[in-house]
């Protein structure tokens, strides 16, 4: 096996493929796939359970997205097609914009049960709700948390949020803002590796408003 090996890479070495032949010869063979060619790839892996199908099939945002390889790669009408639609699927609590519990709010943070694979929606009893924040974000001071996404210590601090202005005309705007930030990332950063949670289902309005408000109180320990 090792003789065949070893004859086999004598053969490239005699050819004379270089390095850019290689890489041009696989690039030409992955603009070759086709989407539909991917979709049944994915489509096999559920032949045991069909309860989950529904997880490949891509809402109009997501084929845009999956057209570029980052956002900065994106034309100009891609992003704003995207920020459009995702506007339209943004929901609020039955309360309107106020501030909710920001004690609920930490534990949904905290919680890394939410919206687990194997059998979130589809039982009489689904898994605990909950963000998994810390997987990608710094938030409470000496907490450690993840780095993908922007550090949240002292958010509403740093955001300017006091007991004297959350509940003016500004403070509860910028309640509204980071709200939506965390019910659907997509409606301001398209294509943002930041879950829709909103949207999904994996949270409720009021479960978000919880988040950003466990995110901006000055009572929470995130701004302490």
């Known amino acids: 096996m090792r003789k065949a090996l070893f004859l ?40 045991q359970d069909p309860r989950f199908l529904w997880k490949i099939e891509q809402d109009e945002s997501q084929r845009i997205c999956s057209q570029y390889p980052s956002m900065e790669a994106m034309p100009p009408q891609a992003v704003q097609k995207v920020i459009e639609l995702e506007n339209k699927n943004i929901k609020y609590p039955q309360w309107g914009i106020a501030w909710g519990d920001w004690k609920e709010g930490k534990k949904l943070v905290e919680s890394a049960r939410g919206g687990r694979f194997a059998s979130y929606g589809f039982s009489d009893k689904p898994t605990d709700r909950g963000g998994n924040c810390y997987a990608c974000h710094l938030i409470e001071k000496g907490v450690p948390g993840g780095t993908m ?37 997509w409606h301001a950063f398209p294509c943002s590796s ?21 995110l901006l109180h000055p009572e929470s320990p995130v701004n302490k």
């Open 8 to 47: 086999g890479l004598l053969a490239i070495g005699l050819v004379g493929i270089s390095p850019a032949q290689q890489k041009k010869q696989a690039t030409k063979k992955e603009a070759g796939v086709k989407p539909e060619e991917v979709r049944q790839v994915l489509l096999s892996g559920f032949e």
């Open 194 to 214: 930041m879950p829709r949670f909103g949207y999904h289902g994996a949270l409720s309005p009021e479960e978000v408003m919880n988040i950003a408000t466990y």
């Open 149 to 185: 996404g922007p550090s949240l210590t002292a958010y509403g601090k740093r955001y300017g949020i006091t007991k004297e202005n959350m509940n003016t005309p500004e403070g509860l705007e910028k309640l509204k803002t980071v709200y939506k930030i965390i019910y659907n990332a």
